[in-house]
């Protein structure tokens, strides 16, 4: 199983990005996907997840980041709208896939968002 995130750049603040992330591989079914995300010197965070029962989103993105999946594609997407410096992050993607062989949680290669102040 892979996993290949796309999408991340340099932005302005206050402007947008869209995050991507699609999954490969000798896949079943997905029973989660979801978005981390990790600055300099920081521990790696939750930023948003999504399953059949929802999404949940970290305090201070919530408002400003949507996550969303298209399940026909395993590809999960995050938009990030009045991004911030603080936005700044590494950003990884993860999905928790049911294979033939069991139940595992996957981690893309991580894509880097640089928000300019």
């Known amino acids: 199983v892979q996993l290949q995130a796309s999408g991340g750049g340099l932005v302005q603040a206050g402007g947008s990005l869209r995050l991507s992330c699609a999954s490969s591989?000798?896949?079943?079914?997905?029973?989660?996907m979801g978005w981390y995300r990790q600055a300099p010197g920081k521990q790696r965070e939750l930023v948003a997840s999504?399953?059949?029962?929802?999404?949940t989103y970290a305090a201070s993105v919530k408002g400003r980041f949507t996550i969303s999946r298209d399940n026909t594609k395993s590809t999960v997407y995050l938009q990030m709208n009045s991004l911030k410096f603080e936005d700044t992050a590494v950003y990884y993607c993860?999905?928790?896939?049911?294979?033939?062989?069991?139940?595992?949680?996957?981690w893309g290669q991580g894509t880097q968002v640089t928000v300019s102040s």
């Open positions: 999504i399953t059949g029962g929802g999404t």
């Open positions: 993860t999905a928790a896939v049911h294979t033939a062989w069991g139940n595992s949680d996957y």
């Open positions: 591989g000798s896949i079943r079914s997905i029973n989660a």
